[in-house]
């Protein structure tokens, strides 16, 4: 997966619903944050892209090789932005009802 860093709202909602941890947050000390992807763990199920509410995912058809088997892993930094959810302000609920049949339900 690639995010689109003009669209990306920094809400690392990608990482937290990583089913493998192929998405992980970093916090660095000098307060630098973002997200790093390791391409060799993930296993294309979707999950960052459709709870992503910015769209700024996209999963790729193909990747080189030596992105599964080096180890690689994508540093993504990002710069906390004001999201908004007026369209849809229950997005990432929707998306897991979807995930789970609808057998999810909102307190
Ligand atoms: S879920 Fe989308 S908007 Fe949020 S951090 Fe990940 S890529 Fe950026
Ligand atoms: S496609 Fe699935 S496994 Fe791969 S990074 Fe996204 S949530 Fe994680």
Redesign the pocket.
């Known amino acids: 997966m690639v ?2 860093g003009t ?9 937290t619903f990583c089913p493998t941890g192929a ?1 992980a947050k970093f916090d660095d000390a000098d307060g630098t944050l ?2 790093t992807h390791t391409p060799g763990d993930c296993v294309k199920c979707g999950s ?1 892209r459709d ?7 996209t999963l790729l058809d193909a990747v080189p090789a030596s992105w599964l088997t080096g180890g690689n892993r994508h540093r ?1 930094v ?1 710069t906390l932005r004001p ?1 908004s959810l007026t369209d849809n302000p229950h997005q990432i609920l929707d998306t897991f009802r979807l995930d789970f049949n609808g057998d999810i339900f909102e307190r």
């Open positions: 995010i689109d669209k990306c709202v920094s809400c690392r909602m990608c990482a998405i973002g997200v960052c709870v992503c509410p910015s769209d700024a995912i993504y990002m999201v």
